[in-house]
């Protein structure tokens, strides 16, 4: 029980705050016209996230971290896709969100950006490794097991949770403005973002 309240708690920590990530499952979520739509970057942030965790549970992930050219490339494929995503989001415009209306990504697009904002963030992954992996040593046997299923249910239900409070929200006739808004700003952000990711690179 210990273990996977500690897992809980860890991965609320990491998975709540304002991020690129949490951003684009919620907007994703606001734009198509039925929830079922939204599943594409739901389930896709989610086993990407999965993937990290487990990665980072079994130490594998401090491995691929200890080559820089990994780092540098995940780097540039971030900043690349972040910058493309931001250009996207800022131009995009609200139709409603009635069956048909919806300006939502295509399942391929919702795919590769939802792998792109997952898996191509180094600090990202990092804070994965550095917060999950190293709190993992501690367990061992069941417990290590039941503690990675704890952060991986999180991670789960919120991005769930995320895609369908966007669907909701999208739904009023009162979010048409208040989409372009949230557009702008998270189009910002992912521009920032990755102005953040070069600056620390170079310190």
């Known amino acids: 029980m210990q273990a996977f309240l500690h897992g809980m708690i860890l991965a609320m920590g ?3 705050p304002l991020g690129v990530q949490n951003l684009f499952v919620f907007t994703q979520g606001a734009a198509q016209p039925t929830f079922l739509r939204a599943l594409p970057v739901v389930i896709t942030a989610s086993l990407c996230d ?3 965790i487990v990665l980072a549970v079994q130490g594998v992930s401090l491995f691929i971290a200890s080559f820089a050219w990994i780092k540098i490339l995940f780097l540039m494929i971030g900043v690349g896709f972040l ?3 931001g250009w996207l989001t800022w131009n995009s415009t609200w139709a409603g969100n ?4 919806g300006k ?4 391929k697009q919702q795919i590769v950006f939802a ?3 997952s898996l191509f963030n180094p600090h990202a992954v990092l804070d994965t490794i550095g917060v999950i992996g190293t709190s993992a040593i501690h367990y061992t046997g069941n417990e290590k097991i039941v503690f990675t299923m704890a952060c991986i249910l999180v991670s789960w239900c919120w991005f769930f949770l995320l895609a369908a409070i966007g669907w909701n929200v999208g739904k009023k006739k009162s979010f048409t403005q208040l989409f ?7 189009a910002i952000f992912m521009w920032l973002s990755a102005v953040y990711m070069i600056y620390n690179s170079v310190l």
């Open 14 to 16: 990491l998975i709540l």
């Open 50 to 52: 999965t993937v990290l």
């Open 83 to 85: 910058a493309y995503m």
């Open 98 to 101: 009635d069956v048909g209306a």
């Open 104 to 107: 939502g990504l295509g399942v």
């Open 115 to 117: 792998v792109t904002v």
């Open 180 to 186: 372009g808004y949230i557009n702008k700003v998270s």
